[in-house]
């Protein structure tokens, strides 16, 4: 549920998340043009990864190497372009995403737990279902391994960011509730993979979620970037080293 205007910005503000000079920032000034800039960017963040695979598919085969050069390029794009709307949109530090609130060691050690977690509910659920990976996964074998460790690199960075970070804050910051600021996004992240077919998306909503429980709970997004790229590290490109 939504919440009126100035409880959406008192709550936002307020919370113990939210640091300090963050605060200041917005403070008595989470104007028209600040919350059109957040909504410009939870377009970016939500949608404009999906955008991106649309276009780039319309042009080239799915899964090709053009496709794939072109997607992880524009994939790039579309941080640099939230970034920018973090800092001159909204006029916030990156911290308001969760980047740069715990040590470097800190968030080290959580990235870890974090790939393990995962790396074992991965693990389960391809085991129930007997998961192979798929088409996209039989095109991502094909691909030269510099280029499935520049994906796996995105996914860990950008997904992270986007689905994450920035969606749940900003979620949180237009009145919803911690709850819907977490569910939204993951559901749209899991159905995301549908590329991969239906045990894609349980895995991506399996992980997803505890990807997104771990924010909420330590507001560190480095920490979850990490852990993320670990896990897809050790199932998409550690094998092939070894083969």
């Known amino acids: 549920m939504v919440a009126r205007r100035g409880n959406s ?28 800039a957040t909504w410009l960017g939870l377009f970016v963040a939500l949608f404009g990864m ?26 790039w794009v579309c941080a640099i372009v939230l970034l920018l709307i973090i800092r001159f949109g909204e006029r916030l530090p990156f911290r308001s995403v969760g980047i740069g609130r715990a040590t470097i060691k800190s968030s080290v050690g959580w990235g870890a737990i974090i790939a393990v977690v995962c790396a074992v ?18 095109a991502l074998a094909k691909l030269p391994l510099w280029l499935v460790t520049v994906i796996v690199l995105r996914a860990g960075v950008l997904e992270e960011l986007f689905y994450r970070g920035y969606a749940i804050e900003r979620l949180e910051a237009l009145g919803l509730n911690r709850f819907w600021a977490g569910t939204i996004p993951l559901l749209i992240f899991a159905v995301a993979h549908w590329t991969g077919g239906w045990a894609n998306i349980v895995i991506a909503l399996v992980l997803g979620a505890v990807l997104t429980l771990f924010y909420i ?13 670990m896990v897809d590290f050790i199932g998409n490109v550690l094998p092939r080293l070894f083969s």
């Open 9 to 36: 910005t008192r709550n936002f503000l307020n919370g113990d998340r939210f640091l300090p000079h963050c605060r200041r920032a917005m403070n008595g000034n989470f104007t028209s043009r600040n919350r059109g």
């Open 50 to 75: 999906l955008i991106v695979r649309t276009v780039v598919y319309a042009f080239y085969p799915p899964y090709s190497f053009p496709a794939a050069a072109w997607r992880e390029s524009l994939n």
């Open 217 to 229: 709970w330590r507001r560190d997004l480095v920490a979850n970037m990490i852990g993320h790229f």
């Open 121 to 138: 509910l991965a693990a389960g659920i391809i085991t129930l279902t007997h998961y192979n990976g798929g088409e996209s996964g039989a």
